[in-house]
């Protein structure tokens, strides 16, 4: 099994930063596909970033050009860059490990943008 514990969430003002970290409690570095997801109450979760084993990375619409995915294997931790933040992007914010058909999801962090 994969843990995933994240960190970094909080109350910015509209047009700050935040940087979320998702720490794995194995290594991850050459077999797992890792992504954020965000979640309204009452709406679907929805899929923010995605960055492969390979380190190929594709963005939601809604975040590109703002948000950025990382990932440093070597302390098997997944990262989201957030800048630029709007009130749209209030949600609590899910990481997720999958490797084929096996998925693990830490517990998530609240992202609050509020002026």
């Known amino acids: 099994q994969v843990q995933l514990v994240e960190s970094g969430g909080g109350l910015v003002q509209p047009g700050g930063s935040l940087r979320l970290s998702c720490a794995a409690s194995?290594?991850?570095?050459?077999?797992?596909?890792m992504r954020w997801y965000r979640q309204v109450p009452g709406k679907q979760r929805e899929l923010v970033a995605t960055i492969t084993s390979g380190g190929v990375t594709n963005y939601a619409a809604s975040v590109k050009g703002r948000f950025t995915i990382s990932r440093d294997n070597a302390k098997n931790t997944l990262y989201l860059q957030m800048n630029s933040l709007k009130p749209e992007d209030t949600a609590v914010y899910y990481c997720?490990?999958?490797?084929?058909?096996?998925?693990?999801w830490g517990q998530g962090t609240q992202v609050t943008v509020s002026s």
């Open positions: 997720n490990a999958y490797l084929s058909n096996y998925m693990y």
């Open positions: 194995r290594s991850i570095s050459s077999t797992y596909g």
